[in-house]
């Protein structure tokens, strides 16, 4: 029996008594049950909440969302104290990840938030300690 198995035995013996082979399938088969996403859905998600977990994204994102409409870069770059260069970049990390889209309007770009960025930042809002 692997490491884990034998570390999860314990664990049901603990918590039933008396614990038997049956009892550890038993619950890793109620374990593997446990739907936690297909790898791809899994690798979407972290790139996405790891383009958030940057401070200029993250200011980024919340900017676009109090804008509730499009803003240019130009727009953008007072609000964070980073150089454009690295405004776009962080854009650029923002919209791979399905949070922001991005519109070209002649020699101008302007991006908007996504229903996704706004979900992402409304969940977050949500886990703030009440006062």
């Known amino acids: 029996m692997a490491q884990s198995n034998t570390r999860l035995r314990r664990y049901l013996e ?3 008594g008396d614990c038997c082979d049956e009892d550890v399938e038993q619950r890793l088969a109620e374990l593997d049950a446990f739907d ?3 790898p791809e859905r ?3 998600h972290v790139v996405a909440l790891s383009a958030l977990a940057n401070e200029t994204r993250y200011r980024l ?3 676009l969302h109090a804008a509730d409409g499009e803003l240019c870069v130009c727009e953008l770059v007072p609000l964070v104290d980073v150089s454009e260069s690295a405004v776009s970049h962080a854009l650029s990390t923002l919209t791979e990840a399905g949070i ?4 070209k309007d002649g020699k101008w770009r302007k991006y908007r938030i996504t229903p ?3 979900a992402l930042l409304v969940a977050l809002d949500g886990t703030e300690p009440r006062q």
């Open 36 to 38: 936690v996403g297909s």
């Open 14 to 16: 603990d918590e039933i």
């Open 61 to 63: 994102v919340g900017a």
């Open 42 to 44: 899994v690798t979407d």
């Open 116 to 118: 996704r960025g706004t």
């Open 100 to 103: 922001v889209t991005k519109r």
